[in-house]
C-alpha cells in the first residue's frame, strides 16, 4: 500500500493566489495524498474559495495566529506519515511526491528531503533555479542550515516522526520558523538532497519576509536557542558558530541603519563585534559613529559586508 502523504497549505488573506497553490498540490502525480488548508483568520474571501473544493480537500479556520501555529494545526489534522508543507503563495510541480516519497520509503533514518527550488515572479527579471546547501565529508546538513539556512522549504518532504520528535513548529516564531524547525530535525536524523526541483517559489511585494529586521532577529533567536540546548553542537560548529552569529548581528546592523536607526544599528554592531573581530565590521562601526550617517556611507557598509561575506564563504566551505 502506498504511503500516505499530508500537503499543509497555511494561508492568510491571499485570496488571489492561494487557489493556485492547492490546485498543484491537487495535482500531484502521486495518488495517495490530502490536501489540507489552514485559514490563519483571513478575511478576504478566503473561506469562500475554500468551500468550493468541497471535500477534495480538507480545510480548517482558525484565528490569526501566525505560520507556526497555523502549520501546527495542520499537522494535528494530517494523517499521513509524511507532510508536505506549502505556502500559499508558492506551487508544487506535479511529480514532487513521485520523486521524494521514495527516499523516505527506503531509508528509515531519514528525516526529510529536499532539493532546489525554481524562483519566479514579477520582482525578478527571469526565473531561475536557486540550489540549496547539501552534506559533505566535511560539512553535515544541520551545520548547513545554521551557516547559511539555504533550503527552501516548500521543496521539503518530512517524515512525521522527525517533526514530532523536534516538537513541531516553534509559534513563538513569527519568521525562520521553516528553518528552525528544520535544523532541529537535521541534528537528529539524515537529510537527501535530490537533485530535482520540486517547488516554485514566488518573489512578490507581498512576501511575508519583507521586514529584514524581524527575519533576521529570528534566525538569531533560533540559533542562539539551538546552540544553548545543543553544546556539542556548538563544539562541533567551532570558530563557525561565532563567525556566524557575527554576520547575523551585522545583517540587523546594517538594515536598522537603512531605517535610520542609527543608535540601535549601532549596537548590533557592537553585538557583532563581540562575537568576532573583523577589519570589515570595526570600518562599519567607525561608519555608524561618524557624524551625518548618509546613503554614500550605507553603500559603504554594503560593500564591506560582501567582502565579509566572500571570506567567510572562503573559510568555512560554503
Known amino acids: 500500500m502506498a504511503t500516505l502523504i499530508s500537503i499543509i497549505i497555511p494561508t492568510h488573506n491571499r485570496v488571489d493566489l492561494v487557489g493556485e497553490a492547492i490546485e498543484s498540490a491537487l495535482r500531484q502525480t502521486y495518488a495517495a495524498r490530502e490536501v489540507i488548508v489552514v485559514d490563519d483568520g483571513s478575511a478576504d474571501g478566503t473561506a469562500d474559495l475554500l468551500a468550493r473544493y468541497g471535500d477534495r480537500i480538507r480545510s480548517v479556520r482558525t ?10 494545526t495542520g499537522v494535528a489534522l494530517a494523517r499521513g506519515a509524511y507532510l508536505a ?4 503563495d508558492d506551487v508544487l510541480l506535479p511529480d514532487k511526491l513521485d520523486l521524494q516519497v521514495p527516499v523516505l520509503d527506503a531509508q528509515d ?10 524562483v519566479f515572479g514579477p520582482e525578478l527579471a527571469a526565473e531561475h533555479l536557486d540550489t540549496p546547501i547539501r552534506p559533505t565529508a566535511e560539512r553535515s546538513v544541520a551545520e548547513g542550515l545554521f551557516l547559511t539556512t539555504r533550503v527552501g522549504f516548500g521543496s521539503v518532504l518530512l517524515r512525521r516522526a522527525a517533526v514530532e520528535q523536534a516538537g513541531g513548529f516553534d509559534e513563538t516564531l513569527r519568521y525562520n520558523e521553516d528553518t528552525d524547525l528544520l535544523l532541529r530535525v537535521a541534528l537528529n536524523w539524515k537529510a537527501v538532497c535530490i537533485e530535482a526541483p520540486t517547488v516554485r517559489q514566488r ?25 544553548d540546548a545543543r ?52 570600518a562599519w562601526r567607525t561608519i ?24 567567510q564563504v572562503r573559510l568555512r566551505g560554503v
Not at 85 to 88: E, N, P, R, V
Not at 110 to 118: A, D, H, K, M
Not at 205 to 213: L, T
Request: proline share 3%.
Open 109 to 118: 533514518d531519514v528525516g526529510f528531503v529536499y532539493g532546489p527550488i525554481v
Open 288 to 311: 555608524l559613529t561618524g557624524p551625518g550617517f548618509a546613503p554614500a556611507a550605507l553603500r559603504a557598509g554594503r560593500l564591506l559586508a560582501r567582502g565579509l561575506g566572500f571570506l
Open 231 to 282: 553544546p556539542e553542537f556548538r563544539v562541533q560548529l567551532g570558530a563557525r558558530a561565532e563567525a556566524r552569529l557575527a554576520e547575523v548581528h551585522w545583517a540587523i546592523s546594517r538594515a536598522l541603519a537603512e531605517r535610520n536607526e542609527i543608535a540601535a544599528a549601532r549596537a548590533e554592531a557592537a553585538a557583532a563585534w563581540r562575537h568576532r573581530h573583523s577589519f570589515a565590521l570595526a
Open 85 to 88: 508543507f506549502l505556502d500559499s
Open 63 to 72: 484565528s490569526n495566529r501566525g505560520c507556526a501555529a497555523a502549520r501546527n
Open 203 to 227: 518573489w512578490h511585494s507581498g512576501r511575508k519576509s519583507r521586514d529584514e529586521v524581524a527575519l533576521q532577529r529570528a534566525v538569531l533567536r533560533s540559533m542562539q536557542q539551538v546552540l
